[in-house]
């Protein structure tokens, strides 16, 4: 069975094609500038082979199209024909209690849309796209794998927010938690390295979007992520956890209403905001190395928070077996990782600072005498929700 899973943002698309009688790769792409007055970069990859070109793409269902036609291109493509496709999978957001894996229908795109102003960055595309394609494409099923899903398993201690308890009831406010397919797929795979399925991980995915989840057995405890995507760690241009009273003196004295500060909380904050650089970590680390100031502070805070979710889940866990850190700051920033774990040795978690500097893919960086093994492992969101895909068809 052939599953295309879908990675969709308000202006691209990206895509991996998987063979899941083996959950083989059998080609990846990319697309950028969807809708926007300017040619989009396309590219696709299959067999090791890359091909790149500029072409106009107007919508999100142009964009699927493109990517049809480069998996079967006579010649280069590896399909014989769409047809072969057996599914769409999309690692979807946020749907309130529509959770777990669902077969796109009107009902969850009503939910996704309904609930655009809790993850505005996120819901209003995937709901758009979605509709797009189901007309676009009427005998593919498309199957959306929520984020939340995951969380499920976390005690009501840890999901509950100490909000009047009709919040709760009348309005369901509470923690979900994101980056379900990511955390997941860390469960598992540390599973597989450590040799054992009962371990306590904490898995760091640090990225465009951040979160830091407890797990134990592979299932999630805790999480930093609450009910928005807003929560939690700062976000790359988004704030993180805040005290929601600040916002009365902020609207007293700059004048502005609380949708516009919102906005600005959900878009003009987090690594951004603290900076003043860029939303980009690559950016604010060449920014704080150059002497910014600000930009130095951005990064302290940023690892500061993570400290203080890994000092609440060894409490929440008992202990650690395995720190992990993912997604393109956790794989590729030293700087943050050895600014986060400085001084855990109390804990038993001590950075081997060469293997630090030095890392790439799935590796160990722990020291010697470190209780605590500490890991980078590159995530793989995509297969997750492959097989989440095919386990939805059987229903
Ligand atoms: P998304 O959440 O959008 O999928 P990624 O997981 O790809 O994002 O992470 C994007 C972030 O990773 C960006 O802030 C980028 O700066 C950061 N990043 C990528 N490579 C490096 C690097 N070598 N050093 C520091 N940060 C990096």
Not at 170 to 198: C, K, P, T
Request: glycine fraction near 10%; hydrophobic fraction near 40%.
């Amino acid at each position: 069975m052939k599953v295309l899973v879908a990675n969709l943002g308000s202006t691209s698309f990206k895509y991996r094609l998987f063979d899941m009688s083996n959950e083989r790769q059998l080609g990846r792409g990319g697309i950028d500038r969807i809708g926007e007055d300017a040619d989009s970069n396309c590219f696709v990859e299959i067999g090791g082979t890359r091909s790149d070109r500029q072409q106009r793409i107007p919508d999100h269902a142009a964009a699927v199209q493109m990517c049809l036609d480069q998996l079967t291109a006579p010649g280069t493509g590896c399909l014989q024909s769409v047809e072969e496709v057996r599914a769409i999978g999309f690692k979807a957001v946020f749907a309130g209690k529509l959770s777990g894996i669902r077969v796109v229908n009107d009902e969850l795109l009503d939910a996704m849309e309904a609930l655009a102003d809790v993850a505005p960055a996120h819901n209003p595309p995937y709901a758009r796209a979605m509709r797009q394609l189901r007309s676009a494409f009427p005998a593919i099923p498309l199957v959306a794998a929520l984020e939340t899903a995951f969380h499920e398993t976390i005690p009501i201690e840890y999901r509950t927010y100490s909000v009047p308890h009709e919040w709760v009831t009348n309005y369901e406010v509470r923690r979900w938690g994101f980056h379900g397919a990511s955390h997941r797929y860390i469960g598992s795979r540390m599973a597989q390295l450590l040799g054992r399925d009962d371990a306590k991980i904490i898995s760091c995915h640090l990225g465009g979007s951040s979160s830091i989840c407890a797990m134990h057995g592979g299932e999630s405890r805790s999480t930093s992520m609450g009910m928005t995507p807003q929560s939690g760690l700062p976000q790359n241009n988004r704030v993180g956890d805040f005290d929601p009273f600040a916002l009365r003196l902020v609207k007293r004295l700059s004048g502005k209403d609380y949708d516009t500060l919102l906005d600005e909380l959900s878009s003009k904050a987090g690594l951004l905001g603290m900076s003043g650089v860029s939303n980009d970590a690559r950016d604010i680390e060449e920014a704080a190395a150059a002497g910014n100031a600000q930009a130095e502070l951005a990064l302290k805070v940023y690892a500061a928070d993570i400290k203080k979710y890994i000092g609440q889940f060894l409490a929440i866990l008992n202990g650690v077996d395995a720190i992990v850190f993912t997604g393109g700051i956790g794989e590729n920033s030293d700087v943050i990782r050895g600014l986060a774990l400085s001084n855990l040795d109390y804990a038993g978690i001590i950075l081997d600072q060469t293997k630090n500097e030095s890392v790439k893919g799935e590796a160990t960086l722990h020291a010697n005498n470190s209780r605590v093994q500490i890991w980078t492992v590159p995530t793989n969101e995509e297969i997750v929700v492959a097989r989440q895909t095919v386990e939805a068809l059987k229903v």
